[in-house]
C-alpha cells in the first residue's frame, strides 16, 4: 500500500536560514509527488510537483524539491525563510493507475524565529 | 476565477444530529474529491466524483457518511447521527480529470465540531 512518512512533525528555523522538510513514500514505482502548504484559515496551496524527468523541481515562493528514487525520497528545500514561511506542509503522493485521489503525509509544521 | 468555496465554514453540532457540507468545485472541473482531516492527522481521502459519479466509495468511514453531486458541479457531503469522532475538517478540491496528475485546487475546508 501507497503510504507518505514525514518524520518531523514540528519544525522552528530562524528567519534567513535554510530549511529542508523531509518526506519519504513508500510506493512500487515512481508515483507522483507533491508538496502542498497549508496556511492558518486557509486551503492547501500546491507548492511543486513531480512526475518524471528533472529531479530537481522548482515551486512557488522559491521552495524546490529534490527526488531520490533510490531513498524514496521528495524532500522540501528553501536557501532562506521568510516569517510568511509558516505554514504547515504536507506531502503527498499520487499513483500513476488511480483514481486520482492522493495519500498525505501527517505534515509538518513550520515555525519562524524572528 | 473563483476558486473552490465550502459552506459553511464552521458547523457546530450536537451529537446524533445529520449535518450537510457543500462543495462548489471550479467551473469546468469534473473530477471533485473530499477529504478529512481530523486534529495532529494528515488528509484522509473519503470519496471522489467524475461527473456525477462516485464510483469508489470504500473510503468513506461509515455507513454514516454519503455523497452526492449533482449537475456535475455543487457536491453534497452528509453525516447522519453524528458522533464526536466526526469532528474534524472536512476539505473539498476538484481538478480538471480524475488522474493524479491533474492538480487539485482545494477549498477553505468545513470546520465540524460535534458536542
Known amino acids: 500500500a501507497q503510504s507518505v512518512t514525514q518524520p518531523d512533525i514540528h519544525i522552528t528555523v530562524s528567519e534567513g536560514a535554510s530549511l529542508e522538510l523531509r518526506c519519504n513514500y513508500s510506493y512500487g514505482a515512481t508515483p507522483y509527488l507533491f508538496w502542498y502548504v497549508q496556511s492558518p484559515g486557509q486551503g492547501l496551496q500546491l507548492l511543486l510537483k513531480y512526475f518524471s524527468g528533472d529531479t530537481l523541481v522548482q515551486g512557488i515562493k522559491g521552495f524546490e524539491a529534490e527526488f531520490k528514487r533510490s531513498q524514496s525520497s521528495f524532500n522540501l528545500r528553501k536557501p532562506s525563510v521568510h516569517w510568511s514561511d509558516a505554514a504547515e506542509y504536507f506531502c503527498?503522493?499520487?499513483?500513476?493507475?488511480?483514481?486520482?485521489?492522493?495519500?498525505f503525509g501527517k505534515g509538518t509544521k513550520l515555525s519562524v524565529k524572528p | 476565477g473563483a476558486g473552490v468555496s465550502q459552506s459553511p465554514s464552521n458547523k457546530v453540532t450536537e451529537k446524533g444530529k445529520d449535518v450537510e457540507l457543500r462543495c462548489d468545485p471550479i467551473?469546468?472541473?469534473?473530477?471533485l474529491y473530499w477529504y478529512r482531516q481530523s486534529l495532529g492527522q494528515g488528509l484522509e481521502f473519503l470519496i471522489y466524483f467524475q461527473g456525477n459519479s462516485a464510483p469508489d466509495k470504500s473510503g468513506l468511514p461509515s455507513d454514516r457518511f454519503s455523497a452526492e453531486r449533482t449537475g456535475g458541479s455543487v457536491s453534497t457531503l452528509t453525516i447522519q447521527r453524528t458522533q464526536q469522532e466526526d469532528s474534524a475538517v472536512y476539505l473539498c478540491?476538484?481538478?480538471?480529470?480524475?488522474?493524479?496528475?491533474?492538480?487539485?485546487?482545494f477549498g477553505p475546508g468545513t470546520r465540524l465540531t460535534v458536542l
Open positions: 503527498a503522493v499520487g499513483a500513476r493507475r488511480s483514481q486520482g485521489n492522493l495519500i
Open positions: 467551473s469546468g472541473h469534473t473530477a
Open positions: 478540491a476538484s481538478s480538471l480529470g480524475v488522474a493524479s496528475y491533474n492538480e487539485q485546487f
